[in-house]
């Protein structure tokens, strides 16, 4: 198996995307965990596992504090189990900003605070 980077950093509110690759006869399941806690597919969460190369990805949309972790790939079939584990690092924080137009009249828009 294809390890994932030890450590990734992204800025809040950016994406980021593990990727590992495998190969395993037979076809093996899947799984992708943060900091032991299965993470399923979500808006912001993308799960992709191309099985005709093995590749498999993990991408986070719009990254929050709290996706801060160890994030580990275990592969599995009856042959046997791999696994890899990476860890992000957030930086900064998503907040609303404001934007006004006309004074006095305000709009919250997701932003992000560096």
């Known amino acids: 198996m294809q390890r994932l980077r030890a450590y990734d950093e992204v800025d ?12 395993a ?22 799960l992709d596992d191309d099985q005709s190369n093995g590749i498999i990805r993990l991408t986070i949309c719009d990254v929050l ?29 998503v907040a609303a900003r404001c934007q006004v137009s006309p004074p006095g009249d305000c709009t919250l828009i997701q932003g992000c605070l560096q």
């Open 12 to 23: 809040a509110g950016g994406t980021v995307t593990f990727t590992a690759q495998y190969r």
């Open 25 to 46: 006869t037979p076809t093996p399941t899947v799984k992708w965990f943060k900091d032991e806690e299965e993470v399923r597919a979500t808006e912001r969460h993308q």
């Open 65 to 93: 504090e709290a996706d801060e972790g160890a994030y580990k790939c275990k592969v599995e079939n009856r042959e046997g189990v791999a696994s890899t584990t990476g860890y992000l690092s957030v930086a900064g924080t």
